[in-house]
């Protein structure tokens, strides 16, 4: 076993080649403690709700967060919306945002995607959603993100595809 102190304060601690902090260390605002990323092309999550709703079909951890700490998310999917046809459309409204476990800490603005079709036939269509976000208050530990979907016009549904087109969670650990 090593260590290594300064000031006759334990830095660093070694047990069989693996190294640990002292959990008395203090980083630096603005350094990245921790990096975590997750890709998946599995799964398909849709909705029709006026309500965001998490798509647990896919979620990033980050674990051992500390305290005051933030995480920043960065996030990337295919979206998916559509209408089934009639002789009259109504807007076409959709938005995305992210979960922290239960609670929903961001949501687009309300019409992330928008057509206004006036006459009949289905309507659909696809992009690409790319996000940024801080979560300025996460917990210290664990924290799961998840994507969220909504759909502002009932009978309309949005979805989050995960077959042709990888889904993408990073998750950074910074230090306050």
Known sequence: ???LKLN???VVT???GVASIASTVKFPAGH???TVSFTSTAGTSSTNSQTLQRDTSFSGTINNVLANSYVLIL????AFVGSHGGTFQQQLSH????FRDTTNIFEAASDVFYSNPVTG????????????????????GTNVYYNGIRSHTSNYYTS?????TPRFITLFEIAQ
């Open 14 to 16: 070694e047990t069989n």
């Open 95 to 98: 938005s995305f945002g992210i």
């Open 160 to 164: 989050i595809r995960g077959g042709a």
């Open 121 to 140: 036939g289905s309507i659909y269509g696809q992009m690409p959603i790319f996000f940024h976000y801080l979560d300025q208050s996460p917990a210290t």
């Open 75 to 78: 996030t990337s999917y295919e």
């Open 32 to 34: 990245i403690i921790q």
């Open 1 to 3: 076993m090593a260590i």
């Open 8 to 10: 006759n304060t334990t």
